[in-house]
């Protein structure tokens, strides 16, 4: 599995430049289908190995961006093997970084446990996860918020009109309609409502 | 192996992210803000990744579709829309239906998503003969199953040429209104704050479906116009030549007749990123004549320069029109 470290201490990348193998569309096409579905699995590897719980956010950020910037390169040919590693080289840098144990310590962590494969979930079984999910998101939130999101995503209408509607700041739908967008994204791909809690823009 | 600088923190760059992902919903999205975005996106791989999953979230949530206030006494409308609208997917939507907190959500039959950038024009058959046509800056869902005869208009223009079926009329749901087929050629025009439903043959039905507010209806006969807010509905009648050149986009052409400045200044801005700004208000109300085509920005200063005398100045990606 370590022959498949990234490497992302190239130079920077300057996708729209052409001269990277891999073009925008691409990197991106494979990010949703291939890296997003396994966030859950993520989530749970990172909660396992992070010292701070508060930390795993910035944590799949940063494994994201690495797997991406490399993809960009060079698709990888199994995601998963690479995301983990990834996953494990983002870990052992921020131990480093913070300074907070010696390297050699590092190496005794459960860091390379890969979680075993879980069977894929079937096409049409997939669709009504999606949607499951989706509602699950819509339940979690707190009612006005669930609504501006809905007359932004359902019903279309500008936040010009959403605001005028529910009598609020137009920036205050805009915050509820982001933290819709997380709560949407979370469930959708990390299934972490613990995290869900922390997204408050007020 | 360790960049110099620290890595982002998540939050902010999620929030950046989420702005971004909100302002392209706007109706007045233009290519210009899209340049910035692609700018915003190039500059990280950080912003990328957190920009792409949450764009695939708001995608996926297209799934989300016709969520009325289970109130009583709208209860029952609102399950003959659901019997009319989704009998063929009846077990999906059995399932499907959840009650929260007031609301229920019924999903959306699978829809493709049809968009055009600023400029942009396209063009979709279909097998049965109906043409949809998307002019600037728009994006319509059309159900998969096309014996649905279900769309979507997000935001945008589109013509509709539809090939009737009285026994499944095709219906358009734009925010709070559905406008319904009865065998029709209609363009609908979705603004920042109103509706416009032209009908240029046959027969439509325009209504609200916002249980919230007053309940409106009406039917369009050709050279109708149905204007619709939020809170209103009114219809006026074009002739049928004045809305053909409202048309002239189909051709790639902006048709004015007796059209404001102001009017045909903002025509051209919807198809342009460089943008027309006139500087002066006393010249707004001037009427212009003529066709051109949507890109020709240049030559219709030319012309208002020849015709009324005024002042044309290039100021970054602005023409200015001035006395």
């Known amino acids: ?202 | 192996m360790i960049s110099p600088d620290l890595p982002p923190s998540a939050k902010p760059v999620r929030e950046e992210a989420a702005a971004w992902l909100l302002r392209t919903t706007a109706p007045d999205w233009s290519a210009k803000q899209q340049k910035q975005l692609d700018d915003w996106l190039s500059a990280s791989e950080f912003h990328r990744a957190a920009y792409w999953r949450l764009e695939a979230a708001w995608k996926e949530a297209a799934r989300l579709a016709a969520i009325r206030p289970s109130k009583p006494d709208r209860a029952q409308a609102g399950k003959a829309f659901i019997r009319g609208t989704f009998r063929a997917i009846a077990a999906v939507a059995v399932f499907a239906i959840v009650g929260i907190g007031g609301y229920q959500i019924y999903s959306r039959p699978d829809v493709t998503v049809y968009a055009t950038p600023v400029g942009g024009h396209r063009t979709l058959t279909f097998p049965d003969g109906t043409i949809i046509e998307l002019s600037t800056n728009t994006e319509v869902s059309i159900a998969n199953d096309l014996t649905r005869r279900q769309a979507w208009l997000t935001k945008g223009e589109v013509y509709f040429q539809i090939a009737h079926n009285p026994d499944h009329p095709f219906v358009v749901t734009v925010g709070g209104h559905k406008v319904t087929d009865l065998g029709t050629k209609f363009l609908i025009t979705r603004g920042e704050k109103r509706l416009e439903v032209a009908l240029l043959e046959g027969r439509a039905r325009v209504e609200t479906i916002n249980a919230n507010g007053p309940q409106r209806a009406t039917e369009l006969t050709p050279g109708e116009v149905a204007v619709a807010t939020a809170d209103t509905m009114s219809v006026t009648k074009r002739p049928v030549a004045k809305l053909s050149n409202e048309l002239g986009w189909r051709k790639g052409l902006l048709i004015f007749d007796g059209t404001t400045l102001a009017d045909a200044v903002s025509e051209f801005n919807k198809y342009n990123v460089e943008q027309i700004v006139i500087r002066d208000p006393s010249i707004l109300k001037l009427r212009v004549n003529g066709t051109f085509p949507v890109h020709a920005r240049q030559e219709f200063a030319d012309v208002a320069h020849a015709v009324f005398g005024l002042r044309v100045k290039a100021q970054g990606n602005e023409t200015l029109i001035f006395k």
């Open chain 1, 1 to 202: 599995m370590n022959d498949e470290k990234p490497s992302w201490n190239n130079e920077s990348v300057h996708p729209r430049a052409g001269d990277t193998a891999v073009s925008w569309a691409e990197a991106k096409a494979w990010f949703v289908r291939d890296v997003l579905p396994l966030e859950a699995m993520l989530m749970r590897f990172l909660q396992r190995n992070c010292r701070n719980t508060s930390d795993v956010e910035d944590v799949r950020q940063e494994v994201y961006a690495h797997v991406l910037r490399a993809a960009e390169k060079s698709l990888p040919e199994r995601t998963k093997p690479f995301l983990f590693s990834t996953a494990r080289n983002v870990l052992i840098d921020r131990l480093r970084r913070e300074n907070v144990i010696p390297i050699d310590i590092a190496a005794d962590l459960d860091l390379t446990v890969v979680p075993s494969e879980e069977p894929g979930p079937e096409r049409a079984v997939f669709a009504r996860e999606t949607l499951r999910r989706l509602q699950l998101a819509l339940n979690d939130l707190p009612p006005r918020c669930r609504e501006a999101l809905i007359l932004k995503r359902v019903e279309g209408l500008s936040l010009q009109e959403i605001s005028r509607r529910m009598g609020i700041s137009e920036q205050a739908v805009s915050n509820y309609v982001q933290r819709g967008i997380f709560a949407l994204a979370d469930q959708l791909y990390g299934e972490q409502s613990a995290i869900g809690g922390e997204h408050d823009l007020t």
